[in-house]
Antibody
Framework: QVQLQESGPGLLEPSGTLSLTCSVS?????????WSWIRQPPGKGLEWLGYIYYSGSTNYNPSLRDRVTISIDTSKTSFSLRLTSVTAADTAIYYC????????????????WGHGTLVTVSS | QPALAQPASVSGSPGQSLTISCTGT?????????VSWYQQYPGKAPRLIIY???DRPSGVSHRLSGSKSGNTASLTISGLQAEDEADYYC???????????FGRGTKVTVL
């Protein structure tokens, strides 16, 4: 059974860099899936940040493109999110998720989610 | 500003049917059948309940169904039960730049 678990600092100062890791168990990242980061400000809706394909190719939300980087760990057991120049607007629960695959096709849906980790940006 | 429009809240009595709308544009729902729906309980991660407009993942109740007409997708909950009280989010692939767009979410209340 595939499980995802986010980890990283829960508190950041403004202008700092947010770094989160998503540990994948029960499956390999090298298995034709898209691996994504999605966030949810407290009491608000979901926002897709970007995803990385097992090959290493990436797509990002244009509203964050200059600040966001998603990468796969060389061990192929986790992937990471890096968001620079954070402000209070980046305070949110950050989820990692796996893209749903049917055969060789990405269904543009997310079937496995981590529990989420709250990141607060405050001085 | 979310790309997909959802009502903030809907409510119904146990046993009734309830429909949540999700309105997009020709860049997303109107052109692609990559519409998905997620159910989220307070303090929990979202759970995929519908993908490809109307397909249900294994284990999802048959009381939940999806459809689409033009630029609007819909989620219908039949035989409303107390356990259906949650937030529901629609999502779609988009060719406008932001590849994956979500709605703001709809809170379902069982009266």
């Amino acid at each position: 059974q595939v499980q995802l678990q986010e980890s990283g600092p829960g508190l950041l100062e403004p202008s700092g860099t947010l770094s989160l890791t998503c540990s994948v168990s029960g499956d390999s990242i090298s298995s034709l899936y898209y691996w994504s980061w999605i966030r949810q400000p407290p009491g608000k809706g979901l926002e897709w940040l970007g995803y990385i394909y097992y090959s290493g190719s990436t797509n990002y939300n244009p509203s964050l493109r200059d600040r966001v980087t998603i990468s796969i760990d060389t061990s192929k057991t986790s992937f990471s999110l890096r968001l620079t120049s954070v402000t209070a607007a980046d305070t949110a629960i950050y989820y990692c998720a796996r893209g749903l695959r049917s055969g060789d096709y990405f269904e543009h849906a997310f079937d496995i989610w981590g529990h989420g980790t709250l990141v607060t940006v405050s001085s | 500003q979310p790309a997909l429009a959802q009502p903030a809240s809907v409510s119904g009595s146990p046993g009734q049917s309830l429909t949540i709308s999700c309105t997009g544009t020709n860049y997303d729902i109107g052109t692609y059948n990559y519409v998905s729906w997620y159910q989220q309980y307070p303090g929990k991660a979202p759970r995929l309940i519908i993908y490809d407009v109307s397909d249900r993942p294994s284990g999802v109740s048959h009381r939940l169904s999806g459809s689409k007409s033009g630029n609007t997708a819909s989620l219908t909950i039949s035989g409303l039960q107390a356990e259906d009280e949650a937030d529901y989010y629609c999502s779609s692939y988009s060719s406008s730049g932001t590849l994956e767009v979500f709605g703001r979410g709809t809170k379902v209340t069982v009266l």
